[in-house]
């Protein structure tokens, strides 16, 4: 009944498979069906899929009927739409949709493996041991997890736990490969079960696995634990312990490193490094480590005085009042400071601490004092109805530190008074006519 409801579907996988050999065999041969270059065909994933679609489609039909619509009644009387070939029917139809042409073609060539199962399964509610059935026993194109080959031998460290957790099993699942395990960073043999060089056992792991740690960066040719302690042997930049186990870093900065003036040694695990002084130090003389404390022979550079306390500081330059001229005030930074303008609105003959209006020690015209010692705010000359301008019929508009004069349209100021425009002359009608006459003629 399969066969004959599902024949059309799977025949057009069936001639999708076709065209495909029919295309492998016009390129060129090795072996039959196989193309020189191409990647080996997993012949396990269709069954995967198919096995992972019939899942997915189990659960989507349940609760269904067989079309009557009562699924209860159907049962009471003996017609169990949950176990039916119906069923069976709708969920293969679904299982590998349109696109997938292998999943189809492997659907095809294994509808009695179906059916087979379908319906001498132990547990008519589930869909528990399809992968095995079909994928391992009958179609033999797959194998159980932490398995391989066509034998579907264990894996090297056992099923469980293949490659002993730290690595991974060529093949592992399929038909193909040969069981070999590909090792993680640091683990080596033939089931992983080592730590390779440079890693060291870790006493913290179980009997059953082994955990392996990276060396120290100071070991040479591996080591027996963590730390430099347990070195066998020292890279560059170490040496052999003074107590005689495992190495020590040598500090190339106790020597006379090869640093510039300007610069400081600063030692690091089997190297270091010169580092720029602090911008407090004497660029001549230089210093002896990180921070203003270090500058050598108390000698700071322009701008800074030393102190015990503190080394090298800033000195603040703007505490000296004449260091700005007036109308500019002084910003300090580390080691100088600078100057700069003052505002529009302070009187330049009394200056200012900042940049802004209220940092004013006085005001120009058209600005008055905020307070009574600094700070200026602008005078709104045409506020509270007030006209400055020299005609009532002008309009007042305020601006910074002053104000506009402006006439209404389409009056213009002419002596600073709003006046109508002249409009322009007619000329009288014999002239314009007389102009036309000589205009005719001269055509």
């Not at 058209?366 to 009532?392: F, L, Q, R, T």
Request: hydrophobic content about 20%; charged content about 25%.
């Amino acid at each position: 009944l399969l066969q004959s409801k599902m024949a059309p579907k799977y025949r057009e996988g069936i001639r999708w498979s076709t065209g495909v050999m029919a295309v492998i065999f016009t390129v060129g041969i090795v072996k039959p069906g196989i193309v020189l270059g191409a990647k080996k065909e997993d012949k396990c994933q269709p069954c995967k899929d198919l096995v992972s679609g019939f899942e997915r489609e189990y659960k989507n039909t349940e609760g269904r009927s067989s079309g009557a619509g009562n699924t209860a009644w159907e049962e009471s009387r003996g017609i169990k739409y949950s176990t039916s070939e119906q069923r069976l029917f709708e969920i293969l139809e679904a299982a590998c949709g349109s696109s997938n042409h292998k999943c189809n073609s492997f659907l095809e060539s294994n509808e009695e493996n179906m059916e087979s199962w379908w319906f001498s399964r132990t547990d008519k509610k589930s869909d528990k041991g399809l992968f095995d059935h079909l994928c391992v026993v009958k179609a033999k194109v797959c194998c159980q997890d932490g398995h391989f080959g066509k034998t579907c031998k264990a894996c090297p460290g056992g099923a469980k736990s293949p490659c002993n957790g730290h690595g991974t099993c060529k093949g592992v699942g399929t038909r193909d490969g040969s069981g070999k395990c590909k090792c993680d960073e640091g683990y080596k043999g033939k089931s992983c079960s080592k730590c390779d060089k440079d890693y060291y056992a870790s006493s913290s792991a179980s009997a059953e696995s082994i955990e392996c740690k990276k060396c120290d960066d100071g070991c040479k040719d591996g080591c027996s634990g963590p730390g430099l302690e347990f070195c066998n042997a020292c890279k560059d930049g170490f040496k052999k312990s003074e107590e005689g186990k495992g190495c020590e870093d040598v500090n190339e900065c106790d020597g006379t490193p090869d640093c510039d003036v300007g610069t400081y040694c600063l030692n690091s695990p089997g190297n270091y490094t010169c580092e720029e002084c602090d911008e407090s130090c004497n660029p001549d003389h230089g210093c002896t480590g990180a921070g203003s404390k270090a500058c050598s022979q108390s000698s700071c550079a322009d701008g800074y005085t030393y102190t015990e306390a503190d080394g090298c500081s800033d000195v603040n330059e703007c505490l000296n009042e004449t260091h700005c001229p007036v109308g500019q005030y002084c910003v300090n930074k580390p080691g100088s400071a600078s100057c700069h303008v003052c505002s529009n609105a302070c009187d330049a003959d009394k200056g200012c601490v900042n940049g802004t209006l209220e940092g004013c020690l006085g005001c120009k015209s058209g600005y008055e004092a905020i307070m009574e010692e600094k700070g200026c705010k602008d005078v709104d000359e045409c506020a509270n109805g007030a006209n400055p301008c020299s005609d009532p019929g002008m309009t007042c508009r305020n601006t910074r530190g002053s104000f506009e004069c402006n006439c209404i349209p389409p009056k213009q100021i002419t002596d600073g008074k709003c006046i109508e425009p002249t409009p322009p002359e007619t000329p009288p009608a014999e002239t314009l006519s007389t102009e036309n006459t000589q205009g005719k003629d001269e055509l």
